[in-house]
């Protein structure tokens, strides 16, 4: 598989990514790890809507999800428009993010990371219920695809 890279090499953001670019971006990387995974299993696999992943050829469907928390998602948005905007756009979002349970880590020249304590028990359940919500919607594909998968993504915030 030919994954072309230097079409984003020098792509420069001048804003934060788009949720919906972000949805597709993370289905992306699931083909492109099954097609690298499985070569010919998967070449026939695209991108599509209601499964995300779709071969109509072998009828397989795969719905693809991010098991990160509501809060998590906000979060991370917040995190990544932070430094743009008005003043109390920024002051708005630096209290989404301390609200959410969340510290800012300074790092050098005024840039700062954030971070939280997690407890391994608590993302362990998080990580079953995003199975299990997931696996009640698949039940509605079954009627185009034979065979149906979950492809379950642990994003970090940057």
């Given at each position: 598989?030919?994954?072309?890279?230097?079409?984003?090499?020098?792509?420069k953001?001048?804003?934060?990514v788009?949720?919906?670019?972000?949805?597709?971006?993370?289905?992306y990387?699931?083909?492109?790890?099954?097609?690298?995974?499985y070569?010919?299993?998967?070449?026939?696999?695209?991108?599509?809507?209601?499964?995300?992943?779709?071969d109509?050829?072998?009828?397989?469907g795969?719905e693809?999800?991010a098991?990160?928390?509501e809060?998590?998602?906000?979060?991370?948005?917040a995190?990544?428009?932070?430094?743009?905007?008005?003043?109390?756009?920024?002051?708005?979002?630096?209290?989404i993010i301390?609200?959410?349970?969340?510290?800012f880590v300074?790092?050098?020249?005024?840039?700062?990371?954030?971070?939280?304590?997690?407890?391994?028990d608590g993302?362990?359940?998080?990580?079953?219920?995003?199975i299990r919500?997931?696996?009640?919607?698949?039940?509605?594909?079954?009627?185009?695809?034979?065979?149906?998968?979950?492809?379950?993504l642990?994003?970090?915030i940057?």
């Amino acid at each position: 598989m030919k994954i072309n890279t230097d079409l984003v090499k020098g792509k420069k953001y001048s804003s934060a990514v788009k949720p919906n670019t972000l949805k597709h971006s993370q289905e992306y990387r699931v083909l492109a790890t099954l097609r690298y995974l499985y070569p010919s299993k998967f070449d026939t696999m695209i991108t599509g809507e209601a499964p995300d992943l779709q071969d109509s050829a072998n009828s397989t469907g795969i719905e693809v999800t991010a098991a990160v928390k509501e809060d998590d998602m906000k979060v991370s948005r917040a995190f990544s428009e932070l430094n743009q905007g008005k003043p109390k756009d920024i002051e708005k979002r630096k209290n989404i993010i301390k609200s959410s349970g969340y510290f800012f880590v300074p790092l050098k020249d005024e840039k700062v990371a954030i971070s939280t304590s997690g407890t391994t028990d608590g993302e362990k359940r998080f990580f079953q219920e995003s199975i299990r919500r997931k696996t009640k919607k698949i039940q509605q594909y079954r009627s185009n695809f034979k065979r149906m998968g979950l492809a379950i993504l642990l994003p970090e915030i940057p």
